[in-house]
C-alpha cells in the first residue's frame, strides 16, 4: 500500500532557522530506478557481442580476445545511479543559510562513537537544515497545497504559519449552504478531506471561535509532509499522478495537519512538542549516541513522533492508522487500492464487480469511488459488521456526557442499526423494521461504517444458508494461517477443518443440482446455528464469492416455427379480405357509371331507347371485362409480392417493416437465438415474449410479461425479487411454467 512512500518529516522554522524536527523512518531511503545483469568482467566484448562474432573474421575474433578484459565496474556508460547520488543535493544551493547551528555541524562535538554525522545531519541526499527550509515556505505560499518534485522525490503536505504578530489564531470559517439532512452530514463528517473524526475542520476555517488564539514563543512555520518517491513515467498511467497525490494530500497531509493547527492555536501544543524533540536531538546528537536510540526516547516523550510512526506503518500496511494527538483520537487511512492507480489496466486483476457503475457512484459518494472497490449499496444488498475493538463499542457513546440531545439520539439510532443489522436481512429489510428512510438515514451510516473499516457490503445470505458460494482465485492470508485461527474459533467435532470445507465447496459446484451450502456442508438443519457462524467467519475473510441465479431468454427454434405460421395465416386472411374488398369497391364504382353515363356522378333522369339500351350494354360488358382483368392482375401480382415479404421477413406491413429493419436476420434464422434485453424488446422480439404465454395460466402469463424485463443476465434473482416486489416462491413458479425458454446460470452479483 502507499509502495511511493518513502517517509514523514515534520520541519518547522522561526527566527532561529529551519530545523528537521523528526522524521520516519530513522534512514529512509529510495529503491533504485533499474537493475540489470552485470557481465562476467573476465570476458570480452567479443564473447558477449554474437552479433559482432558472426560479422567478423576468426582472426579479428582471436586478435580481440587477446584484448584485457572490459572494467565494467567503472565504466560510467554501464553503472546507471540515481541523480545526485554522489553528491549532496543541497550543495547545488547556497550554504549561507541564517538559522541555528546543528550539534553535528559543529567541531566542538565528537562523534567518536557509534554514529556519525550524516545520521542527524542528512536525508535522503539533503541537509537536514536545507531540506526543514525547503519544505517551509513564505507566509504568502502557507495555508494551501504544497507540492513539490525535485529530481525523483516529490513532497506533499499542507504548510501553516502564525500570523504577523506571531500569533496563532483560527481564520473566519467559511460556511456553505448544503442540503443534506442532519443525519447525513453528521454520519459523513468523518468521511470529508476537510474534517477528521472529531469534527476537526481545515486549518484556515477551523470550526472554533475566531477569537481564539495563542502566543508564539519562537514557532513561525511548521510543515508535517509525505515524502513520496515519483514513479517511473513508464509505469504510470496517464492522468493517474494527480490523483494519487490528491489523495495522499486530503487523506493524510491535510487531515493531520488540521489537528496539528488546531491544537497548536488552542494550547502552542505543536511548539511544545518540537521544543521537547529539538532539546533531546540535541542531547542525544552531543553525547554520539545513534539516531536509532533518539528516535525510541522520542516515543516516550512525545505524541506526535509516535503518531508519524504509526500512520507510515498502517499506510504501509494498508490498514487503519489509530493515534492520539494531544489527549485526541484520531483515524486515518487511505483506500485500500490506492497503488493501482500507478500502474496500467492491462496489469489489474478483475474484479468479480463493477465499481465504476453509476449507481455505486451515486451511493458511496465521490470522496470513496477511487480506490475502494467497492460494490453497489443497493437495496437488495446487506451489511456485514466486522470484529470491533472493545474500546471502538459503540455503546460506549450513552455511557460518557453528551452536549446536547441530538448526540444522544444519534448514538441510540447507531446501536438500535448495529442491533438490527444482518446478513439475512437486506438493507431495504433493515430500513422497514427500524421505519427509516433508506436513503436518507440507512446509506449514511453504512459508508460512515464501511469507511471507518467496521463493516462491508456484502449479499444476502438464506437464513437456512442455502445460498451458493464459491472460492476466490487467492486467499488474502495464506491458507496455514488461516486453518490455524479457523481450528481455534470453531472445536465442535461435527465442523470439519478448513481445507475439507473449501474443497467440499469447490467439487460442489460441478453438481448439476444441490450446490448450495446447506447441501453440500451442512446437510443437518440442527447444524445451521453453528455453521452460520463459520460463514460469518469466511466472509470476515474474503473467502467465499456468493453466487447468485442470472436468467435470460431464449427463443427456441419451434416458438419462431409458430409464430411465423400464424403471421403466414394471418397476412393471407388479410389478404382474401382485401380481396373481397377491392371487389365490391369495383362493383360499386360500375354500379355508378351505370347510373351516371355521363360520367359527372350524378343519375341521370332521361331513358334510354331500345338501340341505345343495347349499345350501351355491350359497351359497358366489353369495358367491365377488361378493368376486371386488369385489376385481377394487379391484386394477385400485389398479393403474391407481400406473402414473399412476409414469408423472407415476417413483416405484416410497410410500417413494420420500417420499425423492424434489425429484425430480417432473426426472422430468416430459424435457429434459437438469445433475447438480449427483453425490457427493450423489438416488435419480433414481442411477438415471440407472447407467443411463450399461450396456453398457460393467465395469473402466470401476466406475472412473466410483468419480470421477463429483468431477465438480462445482467440482473440477480435478489435484484429481480426487490425491483418486481414478489417473493422467490412466486419468482420459482415462472422458471417452472417457462423453463424451455429459459437459461438460468449461477453468477457472482
Known amino acids: 500500500m502507499a509502495e511511493t512512500l518513502l517517509a514523514i518529516v515534520l520541519a518547522t522554522t522561526s527566527a532561529n532557522g529551519s530545523n528537521l524536527v523528526f522524521r520516519w523512518p530513522e534512514f529512509p531511503m529510495a529503491p533504485p530506478r533499474l537493475s540489470r545483469a552485470r557481465p562476467d568482467e573476465s570476458l570480452s566484448l567479443s564473447r558477449l557481442d554474437n552479433p559482432w562474432r558472426a560479422s567478423h573474421s576468426q582472426e579479428e575474433i582471436e586478435k580481440a580476445e587477446a584484448l584485457p578484459p572490459h572494467d565494467y565496474a567503472h565504466d560510467p556508460d554501464y553503472c546507471w545511479q540515481r541523480p545526485n547520488a554522489l553528491r549532496d543535493r543541497s550543495l547545488s544551493f547556497t550554504n549561507s543559510l541564517p538559522g541555528r547551528n546543528s550539534p553535528s555541524r559543529d567541531r566542538s562535538y565528537s562523534f567518536d562513537k557509534v554514529t556519525k554525522p550524516d545520521e542527524y545531519d542528512h536525508v535522503l541526499g539533503y541537509s537536514a537544515e536545507f531540506l526543514a527550509t525547503l519544505l517551509c515556505p513564505q507566509s504568502s505560499m502557507c495555508h494551501q497545497k504544497f507540492e513539490l518534485i525535485v529530481d525523483d522525490l516529490a513532497f506533499i503536505g499542507h504548510p501553516v504559519c502564525a500570523d504577523a504578530d506571531g500569533g496563532w489564531r483560527f481564520k473566519p470559517e467559511k460556511v456553505k449552504v448544503g442540503s443534506r439532512s442532519r443525519e447525513e452530514r453528521t454520519f459523513e463528517n468523518s468521511t470529508s478531506p476537510h474534517a477528521d473524526d472529531t469534527g476537526t475542520k481545515s486549518p484556515e476555517n477551523a470550526a472554533q471561535d475566531s477569537t481564539s488564539t495563542s502566543k508564539s514563543k519562537w514557532l513561525h512555520t511548521f510543515h508535517l509532509a509525505l515524502v513520496l518517491d515519483l514513479p517511473d513515467p513508464s509505469s504510470s498511467a496517464s492522468g493517474n499522478l494527480t490523483k494519487y497525490f490528491n489523495t495522499l494530500y486530503e487523506q493524510i497531509a491535510f487531515t493531520l495537519t488540521a489537528v ?39 516515543f516516550e516523550v512525545s505524541s506526535i513522533a509516535p503518531a508519524m510512526k504509526t500512520i507510515f506503518e498502517a499506510i504501509k500496511s494498508s490498514s487503519m492508522a489509530y493515534v492520539t494527538i494531544n489527549y485526541l ?39 470513496m469511488n477511487l480506490g475502494w472497490k467497492l460494490p453497489t449499496m443497493a437495496p437488495w444488498k446487506t451489511l456485514l459488521l466486522l470484529d470491533i475493538d472493545n474500546d471502538m463499542d459503540p455503546h460506549m457513546a450513552l455511557r460518557g456526557p453528551h452536549e446536547n440531545a441530538d448526540d444522544r439520539t444519534l448514538a441510540e439510532g447507531l446501536i438500535r442499526f448495529l442491533e438490527t443489522a444482518s446478513v439475512t436481512l437486506s438493507l431495504s429489510e433493515m430500513a422497514n423494521l427500524l421505519d427509516w428512510d433508506l436513503e436518507v438515514q440507512v446509506y449514511p451510516i453504512v459508508r460512515w461504517l464501511v469507511l471507518h473499516r467496521r463493516a462491508k457490503v456484502v449479499d444476502v445470505v438464506h437464513p437456512g444458508l442455502k445460498t451458493a458460494f464459491a472460492l476466490p482465485p487467492k486467499f488474502n492470508t495464506p491458507l496455514s494461517q488461516l486453518s490455524a485461527h479457523f481450528r481455534e474459533a470453531f472445536t465442535h467435532p461435527a465442523i470439519p477443518s478448513l481445507p475439507e470445507i473449501l474443497a467440499t465447496i469447490s467439487t460442489s459446484m460441478t453438481k448439476q443440482t444441490d450446490s448450495h451450502f446447506f447441501a453440500s456442508v451442512v446437510k443437518s438443519k440442527e447444524f445451521i446455528p453453528m455453521y452460520h457462524d463459520v460463514v460469518l467467519w469466511m466472509l470476515k475473510r474474503d473467502m467465499l464469492i456468493t453466487l447468485h441465479l442470472r436468467i435470460r431468454v431464449v427463443a427456441t427454434r419451434e416458438l419462431k416455427l409458430r409464430v411465423k405460421a400464424q403471421r403466414e395465416l394471418k397476412a393471407s386472411t388479410k389478404s382474401a379480405g382485401r380481396s373481397e374488398r377491392q371487389k365490391n369497391q369495383r362493383q360499386g364504382a360500375d354500379y355508378d357509371e351505370i347510373i351516371s353515363p355521363n360520367g359527372t356522378g350524378r343519375k341521370s333522369s332521361f331513358l334510354l331507347s331500345p338501340r341505345g339500351a343495347n349499345q350501351f350494354a355491350r359497351r359497358f360488358s366489353s369495358k367491365e371485362s377488361r378493368r376486371s382483368e386488369i385489376s385481377e392482375l394487379n ?49 419480433l422480439e414481442r411477438r415471440w415474449l407472447s407467443a411463450m404465454s399461450e396456453g398457460k395460466d393467465p395469473a402466470i402469463a401476466r406475472r412473466f410479461e410483468l419480470i421477463n424485463q429483468y431477465f438480462d443476465g445482467k440482473r440477480s434473482d435478489d435484484e429481480i425479487l426487490y425491483r418486481a416486489d414478489i417473493s422467490r416462491k412466486q419468482l420459482r413458479e415462472v422458471l417452472h411454467h417457462y423453463e424451455e425458454y429459459l437459461q438460468t446460470f449461477l453468477h457472482p452479483s
Open 329 to 367: 483520537p484520531l483515524e486515518l487511512q487511505l483506500p485500500p487500492y490506492l497503488d493501482t492507480l500507478l500502474h496500467n489496466q492491462d496489469d489489474q486483476e478483475a474484479d468479480f464487480v463493477d465499481p465504476s457503475d453509476d449507481d455505486s457512484t451515486l451511493t458511496w459518494g465521490e470522496h
Open 635 to 683: 391484386f394477385e401480382s400485389e398479393g403474391a409480392a407481400m406473402l414473399r415479404v412476409e414469408e423472407e421477413t415476417g413483416y405484416s406491413s410497410d410500417s413494420d417493416r420500417q420499425v423492424d429493419e434489425d429484425d430480417t436476420s432473426l426472422a430468416n434464422a430459424e435457429q434459437p437465438s438469445m433475447i438480449n434485453d427483453p425490457g427493450k424488446a423489438t416488435p
Open 260 to 298: 496539528l493547527y488546531q491544537e497548536q492555536v488552542l494550547s502552542n501544543f505543536v511548539e511544545n512538542e518540537c521544543d521537547t524533540l529539538i532539546a533531546l536531538k540535541d542531547s542525544c546528537a552531543s553525547k554520539g549516541e545513534p539516531f536509532s536510540k533518539f528516535a525510541s526516547q522520542a
